[in-house]
């Protein structure tokens, strides 16, 4: 069988000296020019500027280098229903702004926020 990561959403900082992130553990050192230690779950990891800091799924924190996370990550849009879009209903009532969408789109299509179901032009009358 194949397997491909499920889409995940992380928080991430981008390091830098003197960084404090809510719940995690930076312990900046002399010795790492810049750098600092971070707690993770599988003990210290080291963080370096320009790093990334990820806050897992579970709330854990790990550093990541640039390129790798480049390759691995992408901005996510902010919002709840991620899943699938949302619709406008049958009635042409936005689920959003609840607004009647019927004549003209509201601010929530315009900004593709909501689809429109099209289900009026499908009906026969
Ligand atoms: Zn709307």
Same mark, same amino acid.
């Given at each position: 069988?194949?397997?491909?990561?499920?889409?995940? $959403? @992380?928080?991430?900082?981008?390091?830098?000296?003197?960084?404090?992130?809510?719940?995690?553990? @930076?312990?900046?050192? $002399?010795? +790492?020019?810049?750098?600092?230690?971070? +707690?993770? +779950?599988?003990?210290?990891?080291?963080?370096?500027?320009?790093?990334? @800091?990820?806050?897992? =799924?579970?709330?854990?924190?790990?550093?990541?280098?640039? &390129?790798?996370?480049?390759?691995?990550?992408?901005?996510?849009?902010?919002?709840?229903?991620? &899943?699938?879009? +949302?619709? =406008?209903?049958?009635?042409?009532?936005?689920?959003?702004?609840?607004?009647? =969408?019927?004549?003209?789109?509201?601010?929530? @299509?315009?900004?593709?926020? $909501?689809?429109?179901?099209?289900?009026?032009?499908?009906?026969?009358?």
């Amino acid at each position: 069988m194949k397997f491909r990561k499920k889409p995940v $959403v @992380i928080e991430a900082w981008k390091y830098e000296p003197g960084m404090q992130i809510e719940g995690c553990d @930076i312990r900046e050192s $002399v010795f +790492l020019n810049g750098g600092a230690f971070i +707690l993770t +779950l599988e003990g210290q990891m080291i963080a370096s500027p320009g790093d990334w @800091i990820i806050k897992g =799924v579970k709330g854990e924190f790990y550093p990541c280098k640039p &390129d790798i996370f480049e390759q691995t990550y992408e901005p996510a849009e902010e919002s709840s229903h991620e &899943d699938k879009p +949302l619709r =406008v209903s049958s009635d042409n009532e936005c689920p959003q702004c609840e607004k009647w =969408v019927g004549e003209k789109p509201c601010a929530c @299509i315009e900004a593709g926020e $909501v689809e429109m179901s099209g289900e009026a032009n499908d009906k026969p009358e």
